[in-house]
């Protein structure tokens, strides 16, 4: 059985995120699959832009009206940006969202034949940007918990999608980027799923 990693919980106030899921109970989510992404504090903070703690900070922020932001980067209407994980270069692992909540992560998209993969997919953001290769630790945090997820809601490696696979319309969203080594990855969560 695929043990669950260590998760700190550093729950985005309720603003930063959507309702239960639509057809679901609270407590009874069911999601069908994971969207990476990468997130930083680039525009707002480029000197600390990896920093984890202002970039939760920068999500919050996004999700309030100008004049209620710590960052001032953004000056137009508030923003639906949110994530259930977000994994830090270190590898800590901050759980956003509850899992049996909607965030915003996707925006328009499609996957797998479906629509809004809000509804049905949990967004994973990691410290990061399109021009930096990602950390050793960051890689295996998010195998050890795409690992956890999957045994948990019994979907495959083939439901972890990058943003750019599910962005519509396509070409919209470039993350996790080229940097994102995927068959490291994948290599890394068989072999969580294949030890006894």
């Given at each position: 059985?695929?043990?669950?990693?260590?998760?700190?919980?550093?729950?985005?106030?309720?603003?930063?995120?959507?309702?239960?899921?639509?057809?679901?109970?609270?407590?009874?989510?069911?999601?069908?699959?994971?969207?990476?992404?990468?997130?930083?504090?680039?525009?707002?903070?480029?000197?600390?832009?990896?920093?984890?703690?202002?970039?939760?900070?920068?999500?919050?922020?996004?999700?309030?009206?100008?004049?209620?932001?710590?960052?001032?980067?953004?000056?137009?209407?508030?923003?639906?940006?949110?994530?259930?994980?977000?994994?830090?270069?270190?590898?800590?692992?901050?759980?956003?969202?509850?899992?049996?909540?909607?965030?915003?992560?996707?925006?328009?998209?499609?996957?797998?034949?479906?629509?809004n993969?809000?509804?049905?997919?949990?967004g994973?953001?990691?410290?990061?940007?399109?021009?930096?290769p990602?950390?050793?630790?960051?890689?295996?945090?998010?195998?050890?918990?795409?690992?956890?997820?999957?045994?948990e809601?019994?979907?495959?490696?083939?439901?972890?999608?990058?943003?750019?696979?599910?962005?519509?319309?396509?070409?919209?969203?470039?993350?996790?980027?080229?940097?994102?080594?995927?068959?490291?990855?994948?290599?890394?969560?068989?072999?969580?799923?294949s030890?006894?």
């Amino acid at each position: 059985m695929t043990s669950r990693p260590p998760i700190q919980h550093r729950y985005l106030p309720v603003q930063c995120y959507g309702s239960a899921r639509k057809g679901y109970a609270p407590g009874r989510l069911k999601p069908l699959g994971i969207v990476q992404h990468y997130f930083s504090g680039r525009w707002a903070f480029p000197e600390k832009r990896f920093d984890q703690e202002l970039c939760w900070q920068l999500m919050h922020d996004l999700n309030f009206e100008p004049d209620k932001r710590q960052f001032r980067v953004y000056t137009g209407p508030r923003v639906a940006a949110s994530a259930h994980f977000l994994i830090g270069r270190s590898g800590e692992i901050w759980q956003l969202v509850p899992l049996d909540f909607v965030a915003w992560h996707a925006g328009k998209s499609a996957f797998g034949g479906l629509l809004n993969c809000n509804d049905f997919m949990i967004g994973i953001e990691n410290v990061g940007s399109g021009d930096t290769p990602f950390t050793e630790l960051q890689y295996q945090a998010n195998a050890s918990l795409c690992a956890w997820l999957m045994a948990e809601y019994d979907f495959g490696p083939d439901m972890i999608a990058g943003h750019s696979d599910v962005a519509v319309p396509q070409g919209r969203k470039q993350d996790p980027g080229p940097h994102f080594d995927w068959h490291y990855l994948h290599t890394l969560i068989q072999d969580i799923r294949s030890a006894p």
